[in-house]
């Protein structure tokens, strides 16, 4: 547990006879302690508001300011200080040279890591369904981008990985790729062949930067896939808050490559992403999150994956509901993670939109997403057999009540449109226009759309806008899903360059 408890060590002995003279402003919490006081004989006051006040003093206790100097800080590597020995901690578990904490989540992890690995102008080689992030990226370094559509399963009506025979051919094809973009694994627990494809690119001399923001937990079970971090790629970004007990932006960068070190610290010190205020609270949950991995860790994640694995297996046997394990592995899917649950509700005659606005409003049951045809179930290593069988019985519950199936739309990710202007040059241009759909068919597009769930960029701006695109992204929209970056709240116009 060497390190392990600097950071809080630190905290605690800023908790007697202190007087901060810095940020924040609520003095360790007090002044949450006096708006108490004032809100105590309120009438209109909602019940457990003041509870809440007072978890905000207890909580207020440990949000400090890097004026504390001993503490640390996130803009220089100091071994000395506390959040130094605590870096030094967090690498010692995942087995890396060298780690960054992040209190902005792992979308400032993947922007920073494909900046550090990168110079302007440079062509990098994304995974076309790398989160959205990575295209604030491109637009900042002024990238070339070549996309990878992944593999796609009809059946399951779900995107897999890039295989290592993709990225040989795209390699092949673009010999001149100075970074690549992979995401490992997908939002639906799908891992691809990682090991081989770092290695590929090891041979190549082409850095690999790894999103595996759903894959913090890897190392810690032998039943789970290969952690991302030990395939060999350059930079793994996760999101400890999303698969841990980590509080939410809490996140790593995990470095196998340390010559990525200083441009990273130059980018998160000059480029703006990173607030100067960012969050101790946050800091320590992750090293909480991370220490309950460490010691915890196999035991929880064994009853999490048993719980799982019946939840799998009764769900399965429910009349009009599916679901999937790692015999469906082909290219592209190598493994799965057994704690990612997807439920093909195609033949209830309901949509995954519909069967999740179920689960929430009648269940109090919220899925992690929906697409046309499935609801993902999310679980983690504190999770048990209690709440999984809630989750079953109200799925038996919906299905009971079923119309019975019919054809559900079973949209497959249209095919890349053509790039016609760089990303950043298209964000930049101006003036612009706004058109209706039909009329904007063949314009570039000046606006960048995801369709959530689960984020995917659909339209790029630079991009042509194509039939195809429109008719999906339309599909979307009328399913329930949300356009991301979308000008329109309806869409019923597009953005062009002007």
Not at 11 to 31: K, N, S, W
Not at 312 to 317: G, P, V, Y
Not at 395 to 424: C, D, H, N, T, W
Request: aromatic share 8%.
């Amino acid at each position: 547990m060497k390190h392990g408890f600097a950071l809080t060590e630190a905290q605690l002995e800023l908790q007697d006879d202190v007087i901060e003279c810095c940020t924040p402003g609520h003095r360790m919490g007090r002044g949450f302690a006096l708006l108490a006081q004032d809100l105590w004989f309120d009438p209109g006051l909602p019940k457990g508001y003041l509870q809440m006040l007072d978890d905000f003093e207890k909580i207020g206790r440990y949000d400090h300011s890097m004026s504390v100097l001993e503490l640390g800080s996130l803009f220089a590597y100091d071994p000395e200080t506390a959040l130094g020995r605590t870096q030094d901690f967090l690498a010692r578990v995942y087995g890396v040279p060298f780690v960054w904490p992040s209190t902005n989540g792992t979308s400032i992890l993947n922007i920073l890591a494909l900046m550090s690995a990168t110079q302007a102008g440079d062509k990098v080689l994304l995974q076309r369904d790398s989160h959205v992030s990575v295209y604030s990226a491109i637009v900042h370094q002024g990238l070339e981008p070549v996309y990878l559509k992944p593999n796609y399963a009809k059946d399951l009506g779900l995107p897999l990985g890039v295989t290592p025979e993709d990225l040989a051919a795209a390699l092949d094809q673009h010999p001149d790729l100075r970074a690549v973009f992979l995401t490992y694994p997908n939002y639906y627990g799908i891992a691809t062949d990682l090991t081989a494809c770092a290695e590929l690119l090891r041979r190549r001399g082409v850095p690999l930067i790894v999103d595996s923001a759903h894959g913090a937990h890897y190392r810690f079970h032998p039943d789970l896939p290969q952690a991302a971090e030990e395939s060999g790629a350059a930079l793994v970004t996760q999101s400890q808050h999303k698969t841990c007990s980590s509080l939410s932006q809490g996140s790593l960068a995990l470095f196998n490559d340390r010559s990525l070190v200083e441009p990273f610290y130059e980018w998160a010190n000059l480029g703006g992403f990173v607030s100067t205020s960012f969050s101790f609270i946050i800091l320590q949950s992750l090293v909480l999150g991370v220490m309950q991995l460490e010691r915890q860790g196999r035991a929880l994640l064994q009853n999490a994956l048993e719980a799982t694995l019946w939840a799998r297996q009764e769900i399965h046997r429910i009349p009009g509901l599916k679901t999937f394990g790692s015999e469906a592995a082909r290219p592209g899917f190598k493994q799965l993670d057994p704690l990612r649950i997807t439920v093909d509700v195609s033949g209830l005659g309901w949509s995954g939109f519909e069967v999740y606005e179920r689960l929430s409003s009648e269940f109090n049951i919220y899925p992690e997403l929906a697409t046309f045809q499935n609801v993902l179930l999310m679980f983690t290593l504190v999770d048990d057999l209690r709440g999984v069988r809630r989750v079953v019985q109200a799925l038996r519950q919906i299905a009971s009540e079923a119309p019975g199936p019919f054809q559900q739309p079973r949209l497959e990710p249209p095919p890349l449109p053509p790039l016609r202007v760089l990303p950043r040059a298209a964000m930049q241009h101006r003036p612009r226009r706004n058109l209706p759909l039909r009329e904007a068919i063949g314009q570039v597009s000046a606006e960048t759309i995801s369709a959530y769930p689960p984020g995917s960029a659909i339209l790029v701006g630079g991009e042509e806008i194509t039939p195809e695109v429109v008719e999906f992204l339309q599909a979307v929209k009328r399913s329930g899903g949300t356009l991301k970056g979308a000008s329109s709240r309806n869409f019923e116009t597009l953005q062009v360059l002007g």
